[in-house]
């Protein structure tokens, strides 16, 4: 058992992903497809600003002896965001690019927006705890690398009620077997 | 914990390790014992000869836990058996921690977030 599982972001064009390794750093969700740089979210005076959704996936760059799967993901249980801001999480299938309005509000993280998300849609990210985490489909057979399991898709939004600035960070838990 | 590694016994005497016998191979049928070793040093033993109780199927898994912030998260070892009892799957597992640690637990899905259960592979059908 040796296997190097990097946790990755994915953002492009369908066709032409870019793959972008963050097991080892922050991640933005801002207001365009990026890992760097984003463009904050505006707060709103009315309704709310979406981020463009964060799409993330393991990836197997040093094969285990057999195999990898039981994949889960979860919170600390507590959103420390800030007033106004919430955000949700979903496992999908597939991949979606995310879309929006560059510097304004990306499209809503639904099952009509993202063709592949898991039946039921998007939940509040931060009812994924220890004790409750959330499943994600796949694994990755045999002596090989590469990306595995489903993709784990969130999104921030924000209200009027939310301040100017960064939010706290939040950090997120991924798990998996090896045998 | 570095340098964890396992080797099998089979009830012919036979020990085979990852390097003569890949885990997916293993013969579950025949399976005595289990051990998890680090370098030559015999860290668990997990018995799996008949004892009049009913069949005991090998549970093993390396299981990891990564935060995205790059703080570390947890690296550790599921040794152990399950058996079925009046219908049920009962597990009996020992978790191995990289500081030395060993906890015998019990049923998966334990008040412990470690204790999730497994998703046996398609070679584990006896756990299925």
Redesign the interface.
Known sequence: MAATVQIRRLTGANGSITSTDITSGSVHAGTQDSNTSPCAIPVPTSGSNHSYWVTAQLNCTASADNALNNIKFWTDGANSFGTGITAIVSTASGYVQATGTTGSSGILLSVGNYATLATGGASDLFLYTSSCKLTVAGSLAGATTGSFGDRVVSQLSIISTAGAGNSVAETLNWQWDES | MTN?TWQAHYATGETVT?ESV???HLDRDRLQAFDLLQGSRLLVRVELREDGLGRRALI????????????E?ATFY?VGWQRVVLGQKVQAICYLFEDGRVLLGGQFRG?D?LM?E??P?EWEKDLV
Do not use: C, S
Not at chain 2, 60 to 71: A, V
């Open positions: 964890i990852p890949p885990y997916a093993y898994r390396k299981r990891t836990l990564q935060r995205n912030d790059g703080t998260g599921l008040d977030e999730d497994i998703v592979f």
